[in-house]
């Protein structure tokens, strides 16, 4: 099985804002360049996160196609925001104002840690147990901490737009 790097220039970069459908339209071009199916987590634990692009392994071998691609975990944490956000009914532009608001918090690394606050996560959600209401494995899981930072977005704010103008405002959401 190959597994190839994402790289810049081949990628998305992590902070780049998108609407829903744009981020939808990108995975079937890489998915159709290669000619594969994918199909995304879970992952195994300690694993890297890696999207899992299924093929006819026949036909991948013999015409030398990938069959896997990495991905970086911002990247798979903002795919997981978006399967997350579509059921709510929020639009395109709340889609954007998500991805703006949690790049500057955490840059969507779930492992994020502010070292003065101790805010945690990808929706730096202070104190970081906060986000225990939601699962237990808050501490590694970014599907966890993603349906709190939602919840906690519509309970607070309303939408995305809001919190994100909120944290314009006064620095913080």
Do not use: F, Y
């Given at each position: 099985m190959a597994r190839h790097g994402c790289?810049?220039?081949?990628?998305?970069?992590?902070?780049a804002a998108e609407?829903?459908?744009a981020v939808h339209r990108y995975i079937i071009r890489i998915t159709a360049a290669i000619g594969c199916a994918v199909t995304v987590g879970p992952w195994a634990p300690g694993r890297t996160a890696t999207a899992q692009v299924r093929a006819d392994h026949d036909s991948a071998h013999d015409s030398g196609r990938?069959?896997?691609?990495?991905?970086?975990?911002?990247?798979?944490?903002?795919?997981?925001?978006?399967?997350?956000?579509?059921?709510?009914?929020w639009s395109d532009r709340q889609w954007r104002c998500l991805d703006r608001l949690w790049t500057r918090e955490s840059n969507?690394?779930?492992?994020?840690?502010?070292r003065s606050s101790g805010a945690y996560g990808i929706p730096q959600a202070l104190p970081a147990t906060k986000m225990r209401s939601a699962g237990d494995d808050w501490r590694s899981s970014a599907a966890t901490q993603i349906?709190?930072?939602l919840g906690y977005i519509a309970r607070r704010y309303g939408t995305?737009?809001?919190?994100?103008?909120?944290?314009?405002?006064a620095g913080w959401y």
């Open positions: 790289r810049p220039r081949g990628c998305r970069p992590a902070g609407s829903v459908l990938v069959d896997a691609l990495e991905i970086s975990a911002p990247l798979r944490n903002r795919l997981l925001a978006v399967a997350l956000i579509t059921p709510r009914g969507w690394n779930h492992l994020a840690r502010n349906k709190w930072g995305p737009c809001a919190a994100w103008g909120h944290a314009e405002a």
